[in-house]
């Protein structure tokens, strides 16, 4: 009997921000496509387990420590982590009083201080309280790696300058660019980040940590797509099944219905781009209507690309589901409680959106 494919638990719940998104399309090129999205840690029967950018604070506060007691279960018995960003910073024990997260790879980061350096721009994006001092962004967008005695680049919205002692360093900071945006001055980003490690490699009991820094799966870098990928392919799959679930949808009855949930998305990416004097702190990060915008975008670009497939296995409630979820956004304030639980209803009618994809998809 043939072994199934690599199976990836994507978190997608509380405190993951949009950037799963980027991690499904890159899977997707490669033609990885069993994925479950989830949004607890309840039931992770897959080989690797996924949490990419977002706020580990909001995290932790939905999974809470029985979530993290599964997350660690699932690595001790066999499982690979990834995580990126937030994900990684969720992996790393970085201070001596750690908040009670996964803390399985023991480390110092180079941007956690008690007096970070002046921040120049975008001060909502520059700096996160954690115990006494604060954890600091002294860049974004690219950054250029020093990665299998090459250079590489990859974009970084957050991630941690690593200093560690007990997990193999696959990658570090080696310079910046012209796309380069400074949060600080350029001397102290310099002392702060370069020659600091940027993505780490763990064995932990029966399992492995992959953490990185920067995104590697940002659509805009092909070839550090290529490197993540290339990464993965080193898990060796351990047979977990795959079904998606949902009704077959064929004919006349799936032609109205893709109609009816594209034309809702479609009403709800509009209604996205007319909040754009919004903004709302949920958890511990500010998001913008862009966030909800690309979301939205996301949904209908999927849902254009199914007009021609023939059979389509879903849920029947996708269509009004999209329909509340427009209606909410037209009504949508500053309000950041409403602000997060419409981002959370966004977030998994997307991914719906995607399983609904993988299954024209697995009929190839």
């Not at 990684?88 to 201080?113: G, K, M, Q």
């Not at 994006?125 to 974004?140: L, S």
């Not at 999927?302 to 996708?318: A, C, F, I, K, Q």
Request: with cysteine; aromatic share 12%; charged share 20%.
């Amino acid at each position: 009997m043939r072994t199934p494919p690599v199976k990836i638990a994507l978190y997608i719940g509380r405190g993951a921000s949009h950037s799963w998104i980027w991690f499904v399309d890159t899977l997707r090129q490669a033609g990885i496509t069993h994925i479950d999205f989830i949004t607890d840690m309840n039931s992770l029967q897959a080989d690797l387990l996924v949490v990419s950018g977002g706020d580990p604070f909001s995290l932790f506060s939905h999974v809470g420590s029985g979530g993290v007691d599964r997350m660690k279960h699932f690595i001790e018995t066999g499982g690979t982590y990834v995580g990126i960003c937030a994900g990684t910073y969720f992996a790393l024990r970085f201070h001596e009083t750690p908040y009670p997260w996964l803390n399985l790879v023991d480390s110092y980061i180079s941007n956690f201080s008690l007096s970070p350096p002046r921040n120049l721009r975008m001060p909502h994006k520059y700096m996160v309280p954690y115990r006494e001092g604060v954890v600091f962004h002294p860049v974004r967008d690219e950054v250029i790696l020093k990665y299998k005695g090459g250079l590489l680049s990859a974009p970084l919205y957050g991630g941690p300058g690593i200093v560690t002692a007990d997990a193999a360093s696959l990658a570090t900071y080696h310079e910046f660019s012209n796309n380069t945006t400074f949060l600080c001055e350029a001397e102290a980003a310099s002392d702060v980040l370069l020659g600091k490690m940027a993505v780490v490699s763990k064995k932990w009991r029966n399992g492995r940590l992959l953490l990185f820094g920067p995104h590697f799966e940002h659509p805009y870098f092909p070839e550090a797509n290529r490197e993540l990928i290339s990464l993965l392919s080193t898990v060796t799959p351990r047979g977990y099944s795959y079904d998606l679930q949902g009704q077959e949808i064929t004919g006349r009855e799936k032609k109205q219905w893709l109609k009816d949930l594209k034309r809702w998305v479609s009403n709800g990416r509009l209604a996205a781009f007319g909040l754009e004097n919004y903004h709302w702190k949920i958890g511990e990060k500010i998001y913008d209507p862009e966030r909800l915008a690309y979301f939205f975008e996301t949904c209908f670009q999927l849902t254009r690309s199914l007009e021609h497939v023939p059979r389509l296995l879903g849920n029947y409630d996708l269509p009004e589901r999209a329909q509340d979820i427009a209606l909410q956004t037209r009504e949508l304030g500053p309000d950041n409680t409403k602000a997060e639980e419409l981002l959370e209803s966004l977030k998994t009618l997307t991914a719906d959106i995607y399983s609904l994809s993988f299954s024209a998809e697995d009929k190839k």
